[in-house]
């Protein structure tokens, strides 16, 4: 069994427990996922599966490059692609599918993606800083203010909070709860919040830690 699988954020909805309790929920289209290539230990050096996620239209699939085109022998080309860790990669074919039943209500999960892009931000949105007073007069409303030092150590020192590229990057948010599997129409209803847009895709994994 791979212990994970590839997904597609549809977006934010809320569902209600039998006591009339309101929870946020992110519902994930975790469609069929083929098994790509297979890792391992003797040749790799590490056991793993590699999966494929939303398969290619034919006018993009003629387009791959050739070394791809040898991934796809056994199943059509997918425009994801990711590596699960596996149990017993000896039970595994190429070819193979896992589905969203890998996973169950009451599941704690992780699940990563690539976060919304901000552009670049100041100090206030990318960090929180309370900024300045806003009344007429100052001239310290939004910037971070000093940032240096005298004559020792004489330079910025580094990560050091400052305006910047936000957002953009992959994160992962631990130990999510399942409340809701959906077999039929290959939806995941994750309780809270996960990484990225509409429309992007995220992995869901087992949970590696406990709640």
């Given at each position: 069994m791979v212990k994970g699988l590839l997904g597609k954020k549809i977006g934010m909805s809320q569902m209600f427990e039998e006591n009339g309790t309101r929870k946020p929920v992110t519902v994930l289209q975790v469609k069929p996922g083929f098994v790509v290539q297979i890792k391992n230990e003797a040749k790799d050096g590490y056991a793993a599966v590699q999966l494929g996620f939303d398969a290619l239209p034919a006018n993009r699939a003629k387009k791959i490059s050739k070394p791809l085109r040898g991934q796809f022998k056994e199943v059509p080309a997918q425009k994801f692609l990711k590596e699960f860790a596996a149990e017993d990669i000896s039970k595994i074919t190429l070819g193979q599918e896992f589905n969203v039943s890998l996973f169950q209500a009451g599941e704690l999960v992780d699940v990563a993606?690539?976060?919304?892009?901000?552009?670049?931000?100041?100090?206030?949105?990318?960090?929180?800083?309370?900024g300045g007073p806003a009344s007429h007069g100052h001239r310290f409303h939004r910037t971070g203010g000093s940032i240096g030092q005298r004559k020792f150590p004489g330079r910025v020192f580094k990560n050091k909070r400052m305006p910047g590229h936000m957002g953009n990057v992959r994160k992962t948010i631990q130990n999510i709860l399942i409340n809701r599997v959906d077999a039929e129409n290959h939806l995941l209803y994750i309780v809270g919040s996960v990484p990225g847009g509409n429309g992007s895709y995220v992995e869901v994994k087992k949970a590696t830690k406990s709640a």
């Open positions: 993606g690539i976060s919304k892009g901000r552009g670049f931000q100041g100090v206030m949105k990318r960090h929180n800083f309370a």
